[in-house]
């Protein structure tokens, strides 16, 4: 899809859309399932035909705010659309999407709704440059609602009504603690963690859908902020921050309440120092090792909102970053073996 602003008769911006300009092959696959159990069948009728798959790209947290901030319309976009019986596959090209709809970093916000009987289900994932292929869970149509401007079809030729695909924001909530990494270390040995310091942090959270019967709807991630953030020392802690949400509602397609912006530095609970098997050489005393690439650790319970616990993850990078200071010799180690000191669980201790 290419996307374009242009100013209309009343001086308003609206988005409009044209044949997306080719820019080579990246196509990551999006294959899964739709389950209609046999008393959804049933109060949907005969008529209803077989479930339908679309799926949807959002623009960047950026494209999202400045047209809120200006008082403008923006959507989310169709690119692909198919018929589940019960499987389905979908088909993303990353290099034939408008750069509104691509952060700075390389990734994609996307969404899966699947519609049966003018009701609509959806999960929420990132995509990244590499991305080949997405298993996207199993839809339960039991489990599926009538989305915000009347259910699977069009909305009526009505002047004010906005069309499908609209985002339109409502209330926040929050702050809540959302974890982010964790520093272990001895005290012979000095740790820091740091966060939005000085730059915006690409942060993968989990969100709601189906409001106000809120559950899981999948992750989404976010950079866009002033990126004051902070640097912080550790000891055996876990660096905590704050992050607000808000609740939306896409048009023909849910209610949800995803992550909305980074508010400030959170809570340091002290952990249990875990040592990892997968070491790097020796450091020398005054040795310095930091931690700014590949992505971290993911929190299955990052953070909890409205009672659901939702996953977090703050991908390393020049603005957030694990740094030790060895007033010993001592190793840094990690989770993963293929990885070593550059895992996504990394720890340091004297050897």
């Not at 996307?110 to 292929?133: E, F």
């Not at 808000?246 to 809570?267: L, S």
Request: hydrophobic content about 35%.
């Amino acid at each position: 899809m290419r996307l374009g602003l242009v100013r209309g008769a009343v001086g308003v911006l609206v988005l409009v859309f044209g044949a997306p300009v080719a820019r080579g092959s990246s196509v990551v696959t999006f294959e899964g399932r739709v389950d209609v159990p046999p008393s959804v069948a049933r109060v949907a009728g005969p008529d209803a035909g077989p479930p339908t798959v679309e799926l949807l790209v959002e623009p960047t947290w950026e494209v999202q705010r400045a047209a809120e901030a200006a008082g403008e319309p923006v959507s989310v976009v169709s690119v692909a659309q198919t018929t589940a019986a019960p499987s389905f596959s979908l088909s993303l090209d990353l290099d034939s999407l408008d750069p509104r709809f691509v952060a700075d970093e390389g990734y994609v916000n996307v969404m899966v709704a699947a519609r049966y009987g003018g009701q609509v289900s959806t999960w929420g994932t990132t995509v990244w440059p590499g991305d080949t292929a997405k298993r996207v869970p199993a839809f339960d149509m039991s489990k599926a609602v009538v989305p915000p401007g009347g259910g699977a079809g069009p909305l009526s030729v009505e002047a004010q009504a906005p069309p499908c695909g609209q985002i339109i924001w409502g209330d926040y909530n929050g702050p809540y603690q959302t974890k982010i990494m964790d520093v272990m270390n001895p005290s012979s040995i000095d740790g820091w963690g740091s966060y939005f310091n000085e730059g915006s942090t690409s942060t993968t959270l989990g969100y709601l859908s189906n409001g106000p019967s809120w559950t899981v709807g999948g992750t989404m991630t976010t950079s866009s902020s002033t990126g004051t953030g902070f640097r912080v020392p550790a000891q055996d802690q876990r660096i905590q921050a704050l992050w607000m949400y808000r609740e939306r509602a896409v048009v023909c397609v849910g209610n949800q309440n995803v992550p909305y912006n980074y508010y400030g530095k959170g809570n340091q609970p002290s952990i249990t120092h875990v040592n990892y098997p997968y070491c790097g050489n020796v450091y020398p005393v005054d040795g310095y090792y930091r931690h700014g690439s590949t992505r971290n650790q993911t929190y299955s319970a990052g953070l909890t909102v409205y009672g659901i616990n939702l996953s977090s993850q703050a991908g390393y990078s020049s603005t957030a970053t694990i740094e030790f200071k060895f007033h010993v010799r001592g190793k840094v180690c990690g989770n993963n073996s293929t990885l070593g000191e550059s895992s996504p669980k990394v720890e340091a201790h004297k050897v």
